[in-house]
């Protein structure tokens, strides 16, 4: 069965500090991935998918990146974090029409 | 813009009863329409999806489809506390390979014992 990973759990990081938050899919081959952000108070918005190795697309111009250097592996970055970036990151993977299936999350806290 | 509107809650309801859960999307191009549950501080979780015009049911759950209307709605039979969550409705659009959902901002639930 397909499972998906997330790490860290939660993150607390000082502004202007980088950022990695890593995202893996055991299970399945060639998956959509996704990197959703979610604030407080806020929906989920979608700042990056993946249809493929080193196929990045951009949502929401902002101060973050995304990675994709393996077929199941997706990872988010920031080089300078700032406040507005804390959050509930999420990543999800899916197949065609399927809907998605997210890991458990990384809350970060930008102090 | 795409765009998925929830009704805004909270909404309450006591063990046993119906809650109706309901959304609207703005894209007629949209085609598949999903539900999720997301307890408080964990990662939304899929219960429902729909993909034609009317009724769908799993156990408790059935998600209802009006694509002329542009309307998703979710029933609870039989509430539950362990239902108490926030409900998310999301809609599906395809471009090319890639499969991506738009969400609403979430209804939270609350079921009294």
């Known amino acids: 069965s397909q499972t998906i990973h997330q790490w860290p759990a939660t993150l607390v990081q000082p502004v202007g500090s980088p950022l990695s938050l890593e995202c893996t899919v055991e299970g399945t081959s060639n998956p959509n991935l996704y990197w959703y952000r979610q604030a407080a108070g806020r929906g989920l918005q979608l700042l990056f998918y993946s249809v493929g190795i080193g196929q990045i697309s951009s949502e929401v111009p902002q101060n973050l990146s995304a990675s994709r250097p393996q077929d199941r592996q997706f990872i988010l970055s920031s080089k300078k974090l700032l406040l507005s970036d804390s959050g509930f990151y999420l990543c999800?993977?899916?197949?065609?029409?399927?809907?998605?299936?997210f890991g458990s999350g990384t809350r970060l806290t930008v102090v | 813009q795409k765009e998925v509107e929830q009704n805004s809650g909270p909404l309450s309801v006591p063990e046993g009863a119906i809650a109706s859960l309901n959304c609207t999307y703005s894209?007629?191009?949209?085609?598949?329409f999903f539900w999720y549950r997301q307890y408080s501080g964990k990662s939304p979780e899929l219960i429902m999806s729909i993909y034609s015009n009317g009724d769908k049911e799993d156990g408790r759950f059935t998600a209802q489809l009006n694509k002329a209307s542009q309307y998703v709605s979710l029933l609870i039979r039989d509430s539950q506390p362990s239902d108490s969550a926030t409900y998310l409705c999301a809609a599906l659009n395809s471009g090319g390979s890639n499969y991506k959902l738009t969400f609403g901002k979430g209804t939270l639930l609350t079921v009294n014992p």
């Open positions: 894209d007629r191009g949209s085609q598949s």
């Open positions: 999800a993977w899916n197949h065609g029409a399927s809907g998605y299936t």
